[in-house]
């Protein structure tokens, strides 16, 4: 017997397959796989790990040496002690003192006018013939006529001089004669030369550096022991390595 025709019903939906099922799922985990890998990947570039640290002690090992380079801002004190050799210029005009008495060698050539009046007091022999040529006027027989006196008159006699000497002359004055010379003024002198000399410095300089200084800072070789008061550090994740107790770190930056 036929049913009736309102009671009939059509099914048109498709069966679920396992191959479907699979495709499905596979594609859905594909999905939650790269959500998870952008989740994952932001987390580890974005994410920061913090380290807090409270009165830790260690100790650290420094390399046997190290070379830096150091500015310095204030002036340095050094402390010196020696002679250090310079030239010294000078060009000036000084003062040379001359104390005590200065011996020396004077050469003179010059003339000294002299004006004076010289007394002589003194007497003249005169022991001589003296010619003679003249004309005598005598008196004959009250009668004055001339006579003339021709020859040789001898002469003898000492005759007494008193007599004051006008001198007014320029005398010639030439001679060469150690003296001794006691100077009251110093000497003026224009000094203008190149001192070679030795200067003495001693004590302490404070010398100004304009530029870096490049050091080598030793350390001892045994660790040092040093104590953290306090450290709060954050790192990102990209910078951490895993590894286990028995691995050694990674010494890349």
Not at 17 to 27: A, D, W
Not at 116 to 129: F, G, K, N, P, R
Not at 158 to 183: E, G, R, W
Request: aromatic content about 6%.
């Amino acid at each position: 017997m036929t049913p009736p025709e309102s009671s009939v019903a059509y099914n048109n939906t498709k069966p679920v397959t396992l191959k479907s099922l699979l495709i499905i799922c596979s594609i859905l985990l594909a999905g939650l796989l790269l959500i998870s890998a952008g989740i994952g990947y932001w987390f580890f570039t974005e994410t920061k790990a913090r380290f807090l640290l409270r009165e830790q002690s260690g100790w650290i090992k420094f390399p046997d040496s190290l070379n830096v380079k150091a500015d310095i801002n204030n002036a340095m004190q050094v402390q010196v002690d020696q002679s250090i050799p310079s030239q010294v210029p000078i060009k000036q005009a000084i003062d040379i003192p001359v104390p005590g008495i200065v011996n020396a060698e004077v050469s003179v050539d010059t003339q000294i006018p002299i004006a004076l009046q010289v007394a002589v007091t003194d007497t003249l022999s005169i022991d001589q013939t003296v010619p003679i040529d003249t004309e005598v006027e005598v008196m004959v027989a009250g009668v004055a006529i001339t006579l003339p006196i021709k020859g040789d008159v001898p002469l003898k006699a000492d005759v007494p001089l008193n007599l004051t000497i006008p001198v007014n002359n320029d005398v010639p004055l030439k001679f060469d004669a150690p003296v001794a010379l006691s100077l009251k003024e110093p000497i003026h002198a224009e000094l203008d030369t190149l001192l070679s000399t030795q200067i003495p410095i001693q004590g302490i300089l404070e010398l100004p550096v304009t530029s870096q200084l490049e050091a080598t800072l030793n350390f001892p070789p045994e660790p040092v022991e040093a104590g953290l008061y306090y450290l709060d550090m954050a790192l990102p994740l990209s910078s951490i390595e895993f590894s286990t107790l028995d691995q050694e770190p990674s010494s890349s930056p």
